[in-house]
């Protein structure tokens, strides 16, 4: 697929400067563009390979220097211009409508006849598969379940036994919506661990996206919801109960113990811990391996373990990166208080 440059610059709603019947047949990076390509420079740190890549046209911000022969397009967000643009030239891979012979699908579940079921993938008893869902091969779905229209289940995903997944959601390969929350009472006399029996439910909602061997466990009781638009990551554990407010952010190793909240617009990047029955608020950035063991206000940005204020973990770590200097200067300063305290006692 190609679109023109004024295609281009409609889609996104750019200021074109350049050859609008110009033709973009595909998207790379700024050093690796060639003609006939699309590229973005939404950050200072590229300014040289901006200055001489050889592609056919760029998105740039108003005022990036893009070198003579190359379009521009000027928009003010030139990476989600660049994910618009990506969106419109990938390709379409519908799977084709119907269910596979060598699929195992429950007489009593609903599969719309939109819907694909590939081989030796499985729809248990009462199960829903709304209008153009795609159950890959080898995925599968538990009795009872719902998964909403346009949702896709790549290869060994899993949603158990009366979970949802709404709408156009995306669950890659390994995903799990609805294993047993992790949920065991001590019995200190056996002694021995009793299992609490998980009898809520998983809820993702729609256009919610979970990474390769994720898990989102089922309650307690009630629901482990994650939110509208929410994206997860790669390895993401989400405990039972957890509450995820819509568009979040949770990067590859994110744990989220169970009855924790994170509200809406949250980040957590890679290795973040959350500990349990605890609120993280809209809009908070926890940074890479961050320890939260405590509420969170709205807006925050934390950083480390335990996870503190950005800037108050700034300055520790200058301090601390400066600690075997300090330590030396302590050091000589008790040696100089004991030679003159060993000084005085002898002239006593």
């Known amino acids: 697929m190609a679109l023109t440059l004024s295609a281009v610059a409609a889609l996104v709603q750019g200021e074109l400067e350049g050859d609008g019947a110009a033709s973009i047949e595909g998207l790379a990076g700024l050093a690796e563009a060639q003609r006939g390509q699309l590229s973005f ?50 390709p379409k891979n519908e799977a084709p409508p119907g269910v596979s012979p060598r699929a195992e699908v429950h007489p009593t579940a609903m599969v719309h006849p939109t819907a694909h079921v590939g081989a030796f993938a499985v729809v248990e008893a009462g199960a829903t598969v709304a209008e153009h869902a795609v159950i ?22 899993v ?7 709404g709408k156009r959601c995306v669950l890659h390969s390994g995903a799990v919506v609805g294993k047993d929350g992790f949920g065991f009472a001590f ?10 029996p998980q009898t809520g439910i998983a809820r993702l909602e729609d256009d919610v996206e979970l990474g390769a061997q994720s898990c989102v466990d089922r309650a307690t009781f009630g629901e482990t919801v994650v939110g509208q638009g929410t994206k997860v990551d790669n390895l993401v554990q989400i405990a039972h109960n957890v509450k995820v407010g819509a568009h979040s952010i949770l990067c590859a190793q994110a744990g989220v113990s169970g009855s924790a909240t994170l509200g809406q617009g949250v980040v957590l990047a890679g290795q973040v811990g959350v500990a349990g029955h605890i609120t993280v608020g809209d809009l908070s950035r926890i940074g890479a391996q961050a320890g939260v063991a405590q509420d ?32 030396k200067q302590v050091r000589s300063l ?9 000084g005085r006692g002898k002239h006593t």
Not at 53 to 64: D, E, F, H, M, Q
Not at 336 to 342: G, K, N, P
């Open 41 to 90: 420079f939404g950050s200072p740190k590229y300014l040289e390979q901006l200055k001489v890549t050889r592609a056919s046209a760029v998105l740039a911000p108003v005022g990036a220097p893009v070198p003579q022969g190359v379009a521009a397009i000027r928009v003010a967000q030139p990476h989600l211009a660049f994910a618009r643009v990506a969106q419109a030239l990938q």
């Open 296 to 327: 969170v206000e709205p807006g925050s940005t934390l950083l480390g373990a335990p996870a503190i204020e950005h800037r108050q973990f700034f300055r520790a770590a200058t301090v601390f990166n400066k600690l075997p200097e300090l330590w």
């Open 159 to 165: 949603v158990y036994a009366g979970c949802v997944v």
């Open 187 to 196: 019995d200190a006399a056996a002694p021995g661990h009793v299992r609490i």
């Open 334 to 342: 008790v040696k100089r208080l004991e030679a003159l305290e060993e």
């Open 136 to 157: 890959s091969a080898l995925a599968y779905v538990g009795r009872g379940a719902q998964v909403g229209a346009h949702s896709v289940l790549h290869p060994h995903a």
